[in-house]
């Protein structure tokens, strides 16, 4: 039996604070893993799908992005995974009644949590322009409104079409081919708001923006240092791959403002010792930086490293590699002399014995990963930051060597892949000259806009039409207040979804909801059925195999969305045979494998149980396509985040009990809180110095340049310990205090991980 959706919003009336937690998983992440499952699903679906998720054939998990080890288990999920896959198979359906009870005034006032849990999405919707409320069209009337609008344009330009991560290899592809043959790079993605800081530093320093390492690394590795991920409650799995680092004698250091449950100890549900020992104990290490700090870590890191050679040359650096790969090293070494070390333990809030252990952790260590996620990409100097992590690995040969390298962890279960296949707003000329050679049309040649330039545009009237393939951008992206404004202004927003969300409310003078199969749904077009392919976090590409029939008929899948989106816009335009794509997916994988490197044979590689991996140079023959054709050892001035008295720096953060945008539930039990999200964690200390106390309501203010207000009111303080002078709020909520001018350097990343903001009793006390 399934639950029938909520009446009632849900709100912080009920909100109780606890102790954080000091281990996570074990047997209550089973549990909050299968409760929902079955209450939501029955038990005969929950095993169904259960036992398919990220199996070899099965379906790949949506919730993240995190590789599958060669032998699998039964049950190769973690909670968050399993809540995902109910999240999307819930057989709930938002009945048609639906629409013209909710206006869209209506809709705005409501929860993410309350828009997600009304159920999936059944067919098209459209509201007019001047209506506040949607109305159920067809599939051909849907299309053929947002052909006509596309048409109506001044330019394609005017036009910008967003991807979320979950968006397929197949999917992906297709879509940017349509983008682009209707004549616009505009192809903003949610790698814009995480990763592109990553891509950006490493294809500048080792000529591929990607991980360089495979899974089996971590096995084989002797030190691990995390930098800036909570991978407990983002990418749960990974837990047991450090956990099997640790079995085989490496050590881990955790570098983050907060004290993780799952940095801490790790109990295994699937292990004897996870369910009734004590667990794993993870860190050997922590280091708790402030925010902002870690460029300043790892400059004075690398220092050591430098000086211990010079205290005994010829045994500290790898000098064959890095005489034979790199370039840069005497620069570096001027520089990193002058670092004053003063500056670094101001910047990183930490002693100079902490830094001294971290360096002498990674000198006796020959083989050394690094692994990071957003708490490294959202910085202003993310980009320098990253290039710093490469250039420590790089000094003693930690590149190209089994149990070595850099790995950044990716959030989304495809936003790799969505790159690799051309979804970026600067896809190289050679990517467009094979488009060109594939498909005969030339590809448009001007860089489009990323997801902040393409709020700017909205708000200067440059785009008048924006379309969503998945996703939540509204909610996601920064400064919401001047964001929602920005997408009203439009003349038309399309959706593809499965579930509502914000971006449903928030909308142009026309707006398009379209509703799409999931990931665990059998997918059948004219050829038979079909399979999708994506590729994980470190470059494996798998097929995904839908598991249980759709759960309404009419459904279509994205590619089936975008081929007949194609046609409705296009017409015969373009020599593209848009039918044959949605017919047989295969027809869309022969196209891939002569336009992306490395897809040769793709079809039958991606249909076989084991997949393949994509070469990779700096992994697989320690070559580097750089400007140099060597790895690049890089320069980096150091920027010191100032925090005046009174002031403090708040980082935005998941929950447990969520997945991007899409809240779960109101519950974060690894730091404590239940039934609520309006909290913002300090340190005791902090809340000293500014007089406030433990529970009190607060408003939180932005400390920016310009007249803006952007308030966060009524939030409870919780008393938590974060690293001082740090402070932390929910995304996406607090995105509201991040200015959309608040970005880093080359990648115009939102800088959502050092924000400046003042902290004062609540002008109106929160009701208790």
């Known amino acids: 039996m399934t639950e029938k959706p909520p009446v009632h919003d849900v709100n912080d009336d009920d909100l109780t604070v606890g102790p954080p937690r000091e281990w996570a998983a074990g047997v209550p992440g089973v549990l909050h893993s299968m409760e929902p499952a079955i209450k939501q699903l029955g038990l005969a679906r929950t095993v169904k799908l259960m036992t398919s998720l990220n199996q070899k054939d099965g379906f790949d998990c949506m919730s993240c992005a995190w590789p599958d080890p060669d032998h699998r288990k039964v049950a190769e999920f973690c909670e968050n995974g399993a809540k995902a896959v109910t999240w999307e198979a819930n057989p709930v359906l938002v009945p048609r009644t639906f629409w013209a009870e909710h206006p869209i005034s209506d809709l705005l006032d409501k929860s993410e949590y309350w828009l997600g849990m009304q159920g999936r999405l059944t067919e098209p919707v459209y509201k007019r322009e001047g209506s506040e409320f949607y109305e159920p069209v067809t599939w051909e009337r849907a299309f053929e409104i947002i052909g006509s609008k596309l048409n109506s344009l001044d330019s394609p330009d005017e036009a910008s079409f967003y991807t979320s991560g979950r968006t397929s290899n197949e999917a992906a592809f297709i879509y940017q081919l349509f983008v682009r043959a209707f004549g616009t790079n505009n192809l903003p993605d949610c790698s814009n708001m995480c990763h592109e800081s990553t891509g950006m530093a490493m294809s500048e320093t080792v000529g591929i923006g990607k991980s360089t390492i495979a899974y089996d690394d971590f096995e084989n590795t002797d030190l691990i240092i995390v930098m800036g991920q909570n991978p407990g409650t983002n990418h749960p799995r990974m837990l047991t791959a450090l956990e099997d680092a640790k079995k085989n004698g490496a050590k881990i250091v955790a570098v983050n403002p907060l004290p993780e449950a799952g940095l801490r100890r790790y109990k295994n549900p699937q292990r004897v010792r996870g369910v009734v020992g004590h667990g794993t104990e993870i860190a050997d290490q922590f280091l708790q930086i402030r925010l902002g700090g870690d460029m300043a870590l790892l400059q004075a890191v690398s220092k050591r490293v430098l000086a211990a050679e010079d205290a005994a040359p010829g045994t500290v650096l790898d000098h064959a590699f890095?005489?034979?790969?790199?370039?840069?090293?005497?620069?570096?070494?001027?520089?990193?002399?002058e670092i004053d070390d003063d500056e670094v333990l101001l910047a990183t809030g930490l002693s100079t014995a902490e830094i001294d252990e971290l360096a002498e952790r990674y000198i006796s260590a020959d083989r050394v990963i690094i692994t990071w996620a957003m708490?490294?990409?959202?910085?202003?100097?993310?980009?320098?930051?990253?290039?710093?992590?490469?250039?420590?690995?790089?000094?003693?040969?930690?590149?190209?060597?089994?149990?070595?390298?850099?790995s950044p962890i990716r959030g989304h279960s495809n936003v790799q892949g969505d790159r690799t296949m051309g979804i970026w707003e600067q896809m190289s000329d050679t990517f467009l000259d094979a488009v060109q050679q594939e498909f005969h049309f030339d590809p448009p040649r001007k860089h489009g806009v990323d997801a902040l330039k393409g709020i700017k545009a909205m708000q200067k009237g440059d785009i008048k039409f924006w379309m969503g393939m998945g996703g939540n951008l509204v909610a996601a992206i920064s400064d919401t207040q001047a964001a929602e404004k920005a997408f009203r202004g439009t003349e038309m927003t399309v959706q593809v979804s499965t579930k509502l969300n914000r971006?449903?409310?928030?909308?142009?003078?026309?707006?398009?909801i379209l509703p799409t199969m999931g990931r665990t749904e059998i997918d059948i077009q004219k050829a038979g059925p079909q399979f999708v392919s994506v590729e994980d976090t470190v470059c494996s590409v798998h097929g995904s195999h839908g598991q249980v029939p759709p759960v309404a008929p009419g459904l279509l899948s994205e590619i089936a969305i975008v081929a007949r989106l194609a046609k409705a816009t296009l017409g015969d335009s373009v020599p593209v045979d848009w039918t044959a794509m949605e017919d047989d997916y295969d027809v869309i994988r022969d196209h891939i494998s002569r336009v992306v490197p490395g897809f040769d044979d793709y079809s039958a590689r991606a249909g076989s149980?084991?997949?393949?991996?994509?070469?990779?140079?700096?992994?697989?023959?320690?070559?580097?396509?750089?400007?140099?054709?060597?790895?690049?050892?890089?320069?980096?001035?150091?920027?010191?985040?100032?925090?005046?008295?009174?002031?403090?720096?708040?980082?935005?953060?998941?929950?447990?009990?969520?997945?991007?945008?899409?809240?779960?539930?109101?519950?974060?039990?690894?730091?404590?809180?239940?039934?609520?999200?309006e909290v913002v964690f300090i340190n005791p200390d902090d809340l000293d110095e500014l007089g406030l106390v433990d529970g009190q309501s607060v408003d939180v203010f932005t400390d920016w340049t310009d007249d803006v207000e952007r308030a966060l009111r009524g939030y409870r303080v919780v008393s938590y310990p974060t690293a001082k002078g740090c402070a932390a709020a929910y995304f996406p909520e607090a995105n509201l205090l991040v200015p959309l001018d608040s970005a880093s350097i080359a990648s115009n990343t939102p800088v959502s991980k050092a924000v400046l903001v003042r902290v004062v009793p609540a002008a109106v006390p929160a009701v208790v």
């Open 322 to 337: 890095l005489e034979e790969h790199c370039a840069g090293l005497a620069e570096f070494r001027a520089h990193v002399a």
């Open 375 to 406: 708490g490294i990409t959202q910085h202003r100097k993310a980009v320098d930051t990253i290039k710093e992590i490469i250039n420590l690995l790089l000094l003693r040969g930690n590149m190209g060597k089994p149990g070595a390298g850099a």
């Open 503 to 512: 971006s449903h409310a928030v909308v142009g003078a026309e707006a398009l």
């Open 609 to 677: 149980r084991e997949g393949f991996v994509l070469p990779n140079g700096p992994r697989d023959s320690r070559t580097f396509d750089t400007a140099t054709g060597k790895a690049m050892i890089t320069v980096n001035d150091l920027e010191h985040v100032e925090r005046p008295e009174g002031r403090l720096l708040l980082q935005t953060l998941r929950s447990h009990d969520q997945y991007n945008t899409t809240i779960y539930s109101l519950n974060d039990r690894y730091r404590g809180i239940k039934k609520g999200r």
